[in-house]
Every structure is written in C-alpha cells, then in structure tokens.
C-alpha cells in the first residue's frame, strides 16, 4: 500500500512542479495547490497506512491500554498508576470517551522511539512494543488507524486552504491592476535598471 | 439571486443550519463536531441567507461587523487558554466545573469557551469573506 | 474586491490560530486529576510574549472601529511582550531551558513551548524591534491602514515569529511560521496598490513554495523518528545510525535558505521589500530572514547532531556567494528601500559563512550577528523612511537631507557603517569573530570565508558611501530656486519616528562599545544547542 501512495505522492508532486514552473499566474496557483495536496497525502503515507479502524474505544477498555509501569504514557505526572478510571475523575459524558482518542494518538507515535529507528508498521505492533507484556492493548486496539499524521493533515489542510484562498484573490486583484497574469510582465516593482550616477 | 423559492426558504433555511451548528458545537467535545465546523455551517447559514435575501439583510442581521466577531472568538480563545494561568496549571489545561442542575449534571469547561471560541473566528472570518464576495460583481 | 483581501487573510490567521490550537489536544480533567501540585508562574514566561501579541490582535480586529484605540492597544500588547521577554531571558539565563507543556501533555506527546538561551535572545530582539516599529507606525500609519487591519496583522506578526524562537515542537514551527507568513501577507497589500500588489505575488507565491517544503521535511522527519518533540528527534537521530537525514536535510536547507534568502533563492527579497510601508519593511528586514537562519541552526546544529555536518560546507559556500552578492547588488541599486534589501541578502550570507563554519566560534558569530542584524536592518530601513519623507528615496536625486536634518542623516549612516562591520558599531564584533573563525578552519571555506566577509563588508561600506554623498549630502539642484521652501515643506519629520530610530541607533552602539550584551548569551546559546542534553533531559523529563 505504502508503494502505491508514494508513487502517488510522486506523480502529484511531478504535476504541481511542472504547473509551478510556467510563468503564469493561474497555473503556479494550480500548481501551488496541488503541492499541498501532495504534502498532505505524503504525511498520510509517513504516519503508515494502518487499519481501517477509528481510534475511538468503548468506555472502560482504556484501562489496559496504558498498564500500571508503562515505559511513558501521555496523561502521567508520576508515572504510577498513569491513566486514572473514568468513575474517578471524568465528568459523565456519555458514550465514547474523550480522551481515550486522544491517548492513543501520542501512544502510537510514541513507540517508536522505544524501539528504534525502524518503524515496525502497523500501530498495533508499536502499541505492543509500547506496552511491554500488555498484549491486550494490541487486541483492543487492533489494526486501528494512526491519528497523528491526520492532526497534522486536517492543521496543514486549513492552512493551504486560507493561504490558498488569499493567494486567489491577490493574482484577481493582480490581473485587474496590471492587466497580465504572466509574470514576466509584472515590473512595477522592478523597474529596469536605470545607470547610476557616474560622478558626484 | 432573484429566485423566489431561494427567497422564501433562504431565511427558515439559514435559521435551521444556525440552530444545527450550535448543536454539532456543542456535541463536539466526544462526538464528531466541534467549533471549527459548527463556524463553517453557521458562515454557510449566513451565506445562503445572503443570497436569498441580499447583503444588506445579513449586516443588519448580524448587528456587528463580521471581523469584530472573529475577533472576539480569537479573545475567547486566547483567555480559555489563558485561564489555566490563574489555576497554577500549564496553558490550554482544560478546567472543569460541573454544577448539578436538578440532578443532571452540567459539564462546563475553559474546554468549551475555547471551542465557542474557534466558532466565532471561523463564522466571523468566513462570513467577512463570502459577505464580501456576494457584494462584489 | 480590494475589501476582499482582509478578510481572506484575516481568515487565514484565524484558521491557523484554530490549527495551532488543535494539534495541541486540550488537556482533560483526568489530565487535571493527575496533577497534585501546581505549576509555578515561571513556565509561563514562554508563552507570554505570544499569548499577549495574540490578545492584542484579538482586540484590535474587535474593536476596529475604535481607530484610536487601536495603537495604544498594540503598543501596550508588544511592551508587554517586550517585559516578560526580558524576564524570559533573564530566567533562562540563570536556571537553562524553560519548558512548558501545552494543555498538560507531556512530552513527547504534547505540544511542548520550550525556550533555551537561543530562544530566548531571538524573543528579546524581536520584542524590542517590534517595540519600536509600532513607535515609529504612529505617525506612519494613517486612519485608511488601520482599519485595514495594520495593528491587528503587526501582532499576529510578532507573536508569530516569538512562537517559532519559543516553540520546541518540529511540526508547532511550522504552524508559527504560517502565522507570520500570513501576517505578513496581510502587512504586504495593505493599500493595495499596484506596486504592493507586484511585490505580494513574488512574496506570496515563494514564501509559500520555501514553507510547504518546510512541511515536507517535517512530514520525512515524522515518517523514520516517529516523533515530533525536537527534543526526542535529537535522541532519537542520536540513538540510531544511518537515519536518512540526508534528504531531509537537504529539503529542510532548501527551505530554510529560501526563507532566508540565501543566494540562488535571494531575488524575491529584493522584488518585495520596498513595496510595502517603510515600517512594514522594516520589520520585514529585522526579523523574517532571520527566522530562517534561526530554523538552519536550530535544525541542523541541533537536531542532527554531527548528521547535521554534512550540510555544513553547501552553507557555507552557500553563505559565501549571498554575502558578495548581496554586496554587489547593493551597489548597482539607485533605489535606497532596495539597496537595503541587498544589504540584507549580504547580511544573510555573512551569518550563513558562520553556520558554514561549524566551529562553535562560527555559529557564536552566526548568532550575534543575527542579532546585530535585528535591530541595524530595521533601523536601516526605518532611517530610509525618514529619509524619503525629504523626498531621498532614490541615490540619483541628491536632496540635500544633511543641510535640512543633520540627524537624519547622521541616523542613515550609523546603521550604515554598522551594516558595513565599522566599529564601533554592534556589526564589528560579530565579523570579527566570524574572521577569526574562517582563519581557524583549515580548507579553502575558510579562506573564501574571509574574503567574503571583508568583501562584502566593503561593498557596504562603498554602497553606504555612495548613498550617503549622492542622496543626503548632494544639493538638491534641479529641486529650483527655493532651497528654503523646500525645506519649510519637508519638515514634517514626526517626534515619534524619529525617537524610534534614535532608539534603535542607540542599541547599535551599546552592542557596539559593550558586545559581551550579546556574546555571553551567544556563547551559551551556541553551547546548548552543540550539546542539548541539558534541553533533552529537561523535556523529556518534565514530570
């Protein structure tokens, strides 16, 4: 899977290089967008493709997930006892749990540094890893998705969106002021040299 | 746009989508939603009504201009997460303060403010834009 | 559709506050239950010259009818960002790296804002500019750019680049750079006029290619570590052998140059940085290049480790051509705005030789340089603004400045020869170091080291020269008959400006005679980041 997406990753940045080297104004921006697109998909494929599965556990199964004497887990100030039980201290919301997402998204990167530079793949294996003996929390989690590399997808996505949307309206108001789109014509700001003065 | 049927269901219409983007608001915190599509369903709310029943309606709905209210929710934000300071806890720690209304529980937090937040930056920012553009050529 | 361009920018940096905000989770009660004691104010000092720019650009979007209010609201935001930067630096200086953990996610898994001596010197020199551009704004700015956003796109600017120095999260600098990119596309058309919209297209579309590379790099880093802690990708790049940094590396140099404006990627600084206002200019020219030499070493020196070395003589040589470029380029230039963008590309090339260098006495250089440059580009371009207002803005016309306002001119030439390295102004000291320490490394870097520094510091000296004779000691000869009525319509030079550029002036020179200001803080920043276990230890061991 991860050839695939990367010789898709390949071809969109291939197409968005050659639309950013023509010299009009329309087509870098096409070029430009594409770009972005490439980017995110090439941080998809770096988070690796997991399974199908959303993150999200029931309520009550994030117990095992971070067992007592994990190696780290993302909500310990003590590192004993690192994910407290929701009777104890979570407010009553109903259904899944708010935070159990959220633990499991720096878990899941977080092994890797745990294991070495080798990314062993699939999320439930660095979860294992993770976890040490805690085999049931690669049970629970299964062949889940990485939700990181989506965080950084959905940030860098609103991101291109607004630049892009900027970058739209200024080549617009661009066009109407210069009458071009090429950008071998804009000279306004870079006059043709004039010769400096030769003496005082 | 001088489409009759736009006209008339465009008002019921943006008044449902704005009911609806508080409801994906405010479910966000454990379920699929929050304040950053709540905003974009509240933008395209105002958006629709500005189509079906012209700029101006819309401004004078609003009352304020749209940049104000994006700013607001940036100050929101900003003091949500700001907020942690005054507890001794790192910034953006969500604190909670959960009063029981009548035995039902009401999970209130600087979580919520900050989400509310991010609703008003995005209607705010979003409407200004489409606004802008309905009013132009 | 010229309304069109604030809201689609403002929309931009509020999605990106939203962003920022949402790759950092919110931390939860069982987060809250967990922690028995509480944190300490001091943590907070890094995020305070952020969180306070962001409150003053949220209020001045809010009350944007409020005109008047809007400068004091600005000036009150970054003084108070100026204070808790001091305090930062001061903190840091003592007791090392100051870290605290976003929403209560600790590290690594969290977003983690950590401040070392580096950081901390970056935070108090942009602080500081950003002080005195809004003092010189008072006057500049009128009532139509101010309510186009002026105050509102100058904070966000400003806490933008303070998050990049203070930020130890690969992935969160990105989302900083974004911040300022976008405010700064804001600042870049406000007026839109025709030359500003030029200059925002060869802007826009680079700065936006140089900072998606940026993502792709970051994107290649998080694929083989794992991680997106600065701290952990140093342990864990440490921790393994053969990691493929040299391709990330090689599209983080990419990036970084292009923000910095090294020397194949320079032409877009000069093709914008005279478009926009004089102050927008300015602090264009202060900070925003630097940013990119910040990243380079943050990256390269620090999170590579002796991976990092490979890269070290492509800087160099990079560094090398951009300073005797910028130099020459300079010269040829009639327009003042854009000679002093070259005189920027040169600085550029002259931190880029120290990084090169890779000695500690070389990335030392590097830094205070970076520094000196902050505060003397700023004042270079906010001294050309005053100039123009005797109608001097290009080198052809003589306007006899130095007969109407000897100060004027006198403001020109201080950052001129600082520009250029003359003692006893701060750009001396650094090109010393930076000699020295080209002297010290074997090879023909070193040897091409020296030659461009001392090149390109005369090509300033010759470029300051010529365009102190031509523009403000030359009569002005074809103005007519009335000298004096030219010099009763010209005198509108405001207080605040000149204060603001007389401040700057004053830093130079203090930098100048007491240099240890700056290298002691340097020295230890360089310190830190050649051997970050102190950094690590305190990140990653934040419970």
Known sequence: MEAIFSLVVGLFFAASIYLMLSSHLVRILLGVSIFGNAVNLMIFTAGRLGGPAPPVLAEGTHHSVYPEGAASAPIGHTGEGLVPGPEGAAPAHGGTLAGADMAVAPGADAAVPSVGIEPTGAVSDQMSSLAGAASSASDILGATANPLPQALILTAIVISF???????????????????????????????????PLGY | MNSLILRTIAPFLAALMMLFSVFVLLRGHNEPGGGFIGGLIAASALAIYGIGSGVDTVRRAIVVHPNAIAGAGLLMSAVAGLSAMFMGRPVLTGLWWIPVVEGIEIPLSTVLVFDVGVYFVVLGSLASIALTLEEGD | MRKLLLPATALAAAALFTSAAAAAPTGDLRAEAMMPGSTPFTPWLTVLPILIPLLGAALTMMLRHKVTWQAPIAMAAVGLATLFGFLLFAEVAVNGPLIMAAGN??????????????????????????????????RDIDESRTRFGFYTFYCLLIAGVCGSFSTGDIFNLYVWFEVFLVSSFGLMILGGEKLQLD?????????????????????????????????????????????????????????????????????????????????????????????????????????FGAEGELFYPLIGWLGVFTAIMGGMGALAQTNLRRMAAFLVVSGIGVMLVGLGLGSSAGLTGAVVYAVH??????????????AERFGGGATAAGADIYARSSLVAGLFLVFGF??????????????????????????????????????????????????????????????????????????????????????LAALVLLLGLVPQLVIVPAEEGVAGLLDPSLYITRVLEAH
């Open chain 1, 162 to 196: 607004s630049i892009f949307a900027f970058l739209l309206v200024l080549t617009f108001r661009a066009y109407q002021s210069m009458d071009t789109d090429n950008v071998d014509d804009m000279r306004v700001a870079e006059v043709e040299p004039v010769r400096p």
């Open chain 3, 105 to 138: 996610w600790l590290p690594p898994f969290g977003i983690v804002m950590t401040v070392d001596r580096l950081g901390a010197l970056f935070v108090v020199a942009t602080a500081v500019v950003g002080l005195a551009g809004l003092i010189y704004a008072r």
């Open chain 3, 199 to 303: 200059g925002a297209v060869k802007y826009g579309v680079l700065n936006l290619i140089a900072t998606t590379i940026f993502l792709i790099a970051v994107g290649l880093l998080y694929g083989f570590t794992g991680t997106l802690n600065m701290a952990d990708i140093r342990a864990v790049i440490a921790a393994s052998d053969g990691a493929p940094v040299a391709t990330v590396g090689a599209l983080f140099v990419m990036a970084f140059a292009m923000k910095a404006a090294a020397f194949p990627m320079h032409f877009w600084l000069p093709a914008s940085y005279h478009t926009p206002r004089v102050v927008v200019g300015a602090i264009f020219a202060g900070l925003l290049t630097k940013v990119g030499v910040y990243a380079l070493l943050r990256v390269l020196v620090m999170l």
């Open chain 3, 373 to 386: 440059s902050i505060l003397a580009m700023m004042g270079l371009f906010l001294a050309i603004g005053l």
């Open chain 3, 418 to 503: 600082a520009a250029a390295g003359l003692p006893p102004f701060s750009g001396f000291w650094p090109k010393l170091m930076l000699v020295q320490a080209s002297l010290e490394t074997s090879g023909v870097l070193g040897i091409a080291g020296v030659v461009a520094i001392i090149l390109s510091g005369f090509l300033t000296t010759v470029t300051a020269g010529k365009a102190w004779a031509l523009t403000f000691l030359k009569p002005a000869a074809e103005r007519g008959p009335a000298p004096v009525a030219a010099a009763a319509e010209a005198v509108s030079v405001p207080r605040s400006g000149q204060a603001a550029v007389v401040l």
